[in-house]
């Protein structure tokens, strides 16, 4: 049986079970969709990743992208899907009509993105990074910059990046040095060097567009001089396009997502590249935040994605590979079973289905409050989303990142040595996977800006929303009958979580800021593996409802049983430990010095 | 700085300040060597890794050996390298002076080819496999089998391999369907296929030695009619080679290992290949069990090196990237800091430090029980020692791989993007490292191996004597000043595991066998917890000893107690929640049927 990438049973159950998104059509934004143009829409994704996208992974694994002269050759493969990526109309999916977009919710859209990234994940990267751009200047650019730029990405005649990175400053985005000269007509001279930047060179389409941290002469230093720019691959002069002083410095060799070239950027090597002021000098910052905020998303996704491919081969395999006996099998010439019959297995497949649907769980009730933060009725309903958006994108992005990686290690092993061999794919979804956990800020940047920002705001009114949405749950678990004993352990964890953020709140208020943070991977953990028990209850609670009203599909409900059962009781117990190691701040890593390693 | 690899200073400290080797100079087989000779034979070891293996490193993993025609070429490089390993005197270094030997220690070996292992694992590979292949011969050959096929692997002109795995059974041995029908000349003709046969082809040398499993004609079915056969690529006929109709019949492409080529095997496909059988009919598995049960520990120093390397990798490279602020430095224009200041960084490299510490000091401790297994004046003695050496060898070899792949991701995030690239060496350590937990028996087989074998053999011997290791070692830390809390953490996690054993050996003894495995991950994770406490406590109370003593060198003793701390704080506490989930049998992937996922 061919892979499914991602299971649409489940993806039914999430979309009109569990959420209900039908009822987004009520927001005048939506008004013209339906079940019905969801369903149309995830079939025709569906179809395009296991028929066009998946059959090109491997090639483009086995020959990534790579220089040649002085620019990118991408894979042939890749040249052929791409005018088959913008035919699906996804650059634009959710924009607005009059950008050319077709005002689709964003959890459908994640949904449908979900099994190309499933497929092939680098080809479907260029369109992600191309609407992320499109929509910066979308949202902050001047209406010519629009017409120039923007019109022509979501048209799919251009793609485009993002440009943050720069190889003396990594992560720390206050350390950005490029520099913008203004010039009286209206352009900056920019002059600078960035690196990793995926897409940043390719051979597709005609121009490229790369969003652009930098510095406009004489602004402040750190953070809050920083300023976005739209710097063409080729800018336009008397209506044609010529070169821009853009060169590609270099392709990094990467481990995973081969299929879309990683690069090292100069701009200005000759002193003539132009680059366009998106929004006013020095807020750049707060405008590329807008994109970061949707590629960590993508990048939850894409985790999500990445670890629901293995894990469906893993479980195909495990089906059909036979091996060995049932321990109480005393006869060596009975048959051999397929290694599913193994309870090792099947821990290995059902830590991996938990990681993967409590994961994705998560992921469409994000997406859900991203819709509902741009287009509900009322600003209260709107604001109430945003936060609930904001707090759980660190969560989406780092906990699928970080489990999926486990899962996708799972994977390998269930297929033996076969599954250490590249005739066989999981191992090459391992590779792609770790970069889940870097890009778009570390782990650990995202457990600060979980612990350090997020829950603290507004006098920790995301967290409180948090924790209705989980009493929500609660009960309606309780309603539907779901064991006792997993509805309490979930109201504990959610009044853990609670207690344990004022606890370090409190330190961070009295300037210990230190200390509040030590343990914030720890946290993070700790919080996502709560957020995901909630998914869980909430998924046992309708597998719950449909038992009993005697829906039929026992098999598909048991299964959601058996993985809640699993998280609530394997994972969700976790929590002490870690609460205990925030709380005491057990300090053996304070304290370690360079010189004592 | 270049990578050192393994740190000496660790090395020295387990082998003479924690473990005292040197007195294993007291036994008869060792009379003639001494502290000097031992720290002869690593400083070359050393020099060898760092100056020779190393660098032939990253060429070996771009170029994979590769099948060209019928037979295996490896890299040019490998082809220079291994006369050069054969010049080092590993092949037989533990062996009797007799066969050509050196009469080392294994702890001594095991370390010396740590450094080896850490710098090009490939390499040294096609030793460590000749080395147990012609061990086998020399512990149950004929001496017409040693003189033939023995003595010219101890002498490096031939290399060996061991050919178990087949395509149909995996790990199920009791599978094994190559078959043997005997001649009157004294040879078997042997038919059957292997698959996964590391070093299976090369041209290197220009003999190989399959040691091999397969069924005489007529043998009992299951694992009772299993023997070992010797079957070289080419046989002598009149004093010259010629070949033996053992062909490679294709070679894996891997994700690691890749300058030792992993090949499928064909014996017999022309029904001339002639195979001599090594010791008796039918008993090939517990011969076999010899050369599995030194591989397994291989592995696991192999697990230890690699994580080694990339644990080294890091922390240079965490000590001299500048990137970012203290989290209380508020002037973005003060000079970045490197990484290594940050708390979380720390984290990372001091989990590295008691994963890779923690393991290697068990290693170490492992290897004395197998020299003191061999080799000790009174059978009381070596008895002990072996039972203690069964019992760790399942540890030494999943703890090492499972934990060491999470110490290898560590390595490759501290290199954030960087760690990503193969401009850099942790993403090659880490695809590596992921073979580990797969050959010479996954995880799980070593779970049930301990659980369902190791401590109940006896009534429990082993485990009672791990137990009087533990309580030296408790009282060791506590005439050493130890905190307190730390013994008495070991003193109840030695507990906990004698009852949890009880527990689960009552579950076995009633026929309860599904239930009583059905978590022996779990609980090889916890057993293996609590050994790396024991071996931290131990490092912990000779550091306690050195700094009251005055011996200097704080910064060194100051980190063994920081990563003990570490180790006892953080990782042991888990064992609770393991041990609750092996008692109450938490069922979800007991119960979860195939059609559920």
Redesign the interface.
């Known amino acids: 049986m061919a892979n499914p990438l991602v299971a649409d049973r489940n993806v039914e159950f999430l979309l009109y079970e569990v959420f209900r998104a039908e009822e987004l059509c009520r927001f005048p934004a939506y008004a013209d969709h339906s079940r019905e143009t969801f369903d149309l829409v995830l079939q025709n994704a569906r179809k395009f990743a296991r028929e066009v996208l998946l059959p090109a992974y491997k090639p483009m694994d086995e020959a990534p992208a790579r220089l040649v002269g002085t620019g990118i050759a991408v894979h042939p493969a890749m040249k052929q899907l791409y005018p088959k990526l913008v035919e699906q109309g996804m650059v634009a999916a959710t924009r607005p009509y009059e950008v050319g977009g077709q005002q689709l919710p964003h959890v459908v859209t994640c949904l449908a993105t979900l099994y190309g990234m499933a497929a092939n994940l680098s080809a479907v990267g260029y369109i992600g990074l191309t609407s992320g751009a499109a929509h910066l200047i979308e949202a902050f650019g001047t209406d010519a910059l629009k017409a120039e730029m923007m019109a022509p990405m979501y048209a799919g005649k251009w793609t485009g990046t993002m440009a943050l ?1 720069e190889p ?5 985005l ?2 950005v040095k490029t520099a913008a000269t203004p010039t009286d007509a209206g352009h900056y001279l920019v002059r600078g060097s960035k ?2 930047i995926s897409g940043g060179d390719q051979d597709i389409t005609e121009n490229i567009v790369h969003l652009a941290l930098g510095r406009i002469d004489g602004a402040p ?3 809050k001089g920083v300023s976005l720019f739209a710097i063409p691959k080729k800018r336009r002069e008397k209506g044609d396009l010529v070169p821009n002083d853009v060169h590609c410095a270099g392709a ?5 997502w081969r299929g879309i070239p ?1 690069i090292a950027l100069n701009f200005g090597e000759g002193g003539d590249c132009h680059g366009w002021l998106v929004g006013e000098p020095n807020r750049g910052i707060s405008y590329m935040f807008q994109m970061m905020n949707e590629a960590r998303l993508m990048v939850g996704m894409n985790a999500i994605a990445t670890a629901s491919v293995a894990y469906n081969e893993s ?1 195909e395999y495990a ?1 059909t ?8 099998a005393k006869n ?2 009975a048959p ?1 079973v ?1 290694i ?8 290995m ?2 830590r991996q ?1 938990a990681i993967v649907e409590g994961a994705l769980s998560l992921g469409v009730q994000t997406a859900l409050y991203a819709d509902t933060a741009a287009h509900a009725p009322t600003p209260e309903e709107r604001r109430r989303a945003f936060l609930l958006l904001e707090i759980m994108t660190p969560i989406v992005k780092s906990f699928s990142a970080e489990k999926g ?1 486990e899962s996708n ?1 799972l994977a ?2 269930i297929h ?2 076969y ?5 066989y794919l999981p ?1 090459a979804w ?2 792609d996977q ?2 889940n ?3 778009e800020g ?3 940047m995202h ?1 600060m800006d979980l612990l350090g920002r997020k829950v603290v705001a507004d006098q920790g009114k995301a967290l409180q929303l948090v924790g209705d949405e989980i009493a929500a749950a609660t009960k309606r678990a309780r309603a539907a009958g779901v064991d006792a004993d997993w509805v309490a352990a979930v109201d504990r964890a959610a009044a853990l979580v609670g207690d344990l953020t004022l606890t370090l709140g409190a330190l961070g208020m009295a300037g210990k ?2 200390a509040m ?2 343990h ?2 720890d946290y993070l953990d700790l919080f996502s593996t709560v957020v995901v028990a909630w998914q869980w209850l909430l998924q046992a609670a309708v597998a719950k409802e449909k038992l009993s009203a005697g829906a039929g599909e026992t ?2 409900y ?2 959601k049983l ?2 809640a ?2 998280w609530l ?2 994972e969700l ?2 929590i002490d ?1 870690l609460a ?2 925030c709380r005491t701040g ?1 300090t ?10």
């Open positions: 990175t003396q400053a990594g992560s720390s206050t350390d690196v990793f230093p750190g953070i990094f060799h990467k481990m995973g990683s479980l089906r590979r036979p091996q060995g006996r049932p321990l109480s060596p010439a051999q397929p599913i019959e193994h309870a090792d297995v099947r821990r497949l059902l289905k990686f290690a390998v092993q033996g040595g599954g250490y061999t590249s005739e191992e391992l590779r770790k970069l956990s870097i890009h570390t782990t650990c457990s800021v230190d943070l030590l914030s991977v098999a598909f048991e299964g058996c993985a059962e699993y009781k394997t117990p976790r430990h205990h190691l057990e053996s890593y304070a304290r370690i010095e360079n010189a004592w390693f």
